[in-house]
Antibody
Framework: EVELVQSGAELKKPGESLRISCQVSGYRFTTYWIGWVRQMPGRGLEWVGI????????RYSPSFQGQVTISVDKSIGTAYLRWSSLRASDTAIYYCARLTSGAYGDYWGQGTLVTVSS | EVVLTQSPATLSLSPGERATLSCRASQSVNYYLAWYQQKPGQAPRLLIY???KRATGIPARFSGSGSGTDFTLTISSLEPEDFAVYYC??????????FGGGAKVEI
């Protein structure tokens, strides 16, 4: 059974760093792209970026380029989304999703709530 | 960048009725369009991909149609669990593209 399990909710202050994770199971990690999606409170869905674990090829959406870093650890089947300096506007739920060959999210993590507040 | 516009923003219907949701693209996306369902407090769920193919485990009451710039998601007879928000998403150059703004189906 395919599963994506994300790390727990985080409460951070502006300027702090953060890394959240998405651990997969039930399929070969290195053969599917993984994407990160942001959902701000009461809003819609936005792609943050995607990564191919096989070779760590990463693509960022223009709005997020330079703002976050996506990486993987193949040895433990885990993808990461990292901020070096959080802002209040980063407050959102972040989902990871496995992407089909057609670039659609067929399996999703449960989401990680990131709250940035002083 | 392709912009996806969903309409109506809110659809008020009763169980057993037919729901028709629209997604219009600012330029052709061929048939590379998906539909997701999201319930409160849950992650999105893939319903339809490549405009008309049902994802694994999706009931037959969900169907998708369209190509180019105009797409439709139809729920033939609403079940209580179908009241949710629905998003369309396109792909571009083999990568995930933009989502629509969402459409809420409410009782």
């Amino acid at each position: 059974e395919v599963e994506l399990v994300q790390s727990g909710a985080e409460l951070k202050k502006p300027g702090e760093s953060l890394r959240i994770s998405c651990q997969v199971s039930g399929y070969r990690f290195t053969t599917y792209w993984i994407g990160w999606v942001r959902q701000m409170p009461g809003r819609g869905l936005e792609w943050v970026g995607i990564i191919y674990p096989g070779d760590s090829d990463v693509r960022y959406s223009p709005s997020f380029q330079g703002q976050v870093t996506i990486s993987v650890d193949k040895s433990i089947g885990t993808a990461y989304l990292r901020w070096s300096s959080l802002r209040a506007s980063d407050t959102a739920i972040y989902y990871c999703a496995r992407l089909t060959s057609g670039a659609y999210g067929d399996y999703w993590g449960q989401g990680t709530l990131v709250t940035v507040s002083s | 960048e392709v912009v996806l516009t969903q309409s109506p923003a809110t659809l008020s219907l009763s169980p057993g009725e037919r729901a028709t949701l629209s997604c219009r693209a600012s330029q052709s996306v061929n048939y590379y369009l998906a539909w997701y369902q999201q319930k409160p407090g849950q992650a999105p769920r893939l319903l339809i991909y490549d405009a008309s193919k049902r994802a694994t485990g999706i009931p037959a009451r969900f169907s998708g149609s369209g190509s180019g710039t105009d797409f439709t998601l139809t729920i033939s007879s609403l079940e209580p669990e179908d009241f949710a928000v629905y998003y369309c998403q396109q792909r571009s150059s083999g990568l995930p593209g933009s989502f629509g703004g969402g459409a809420k189906v409410e009782i």
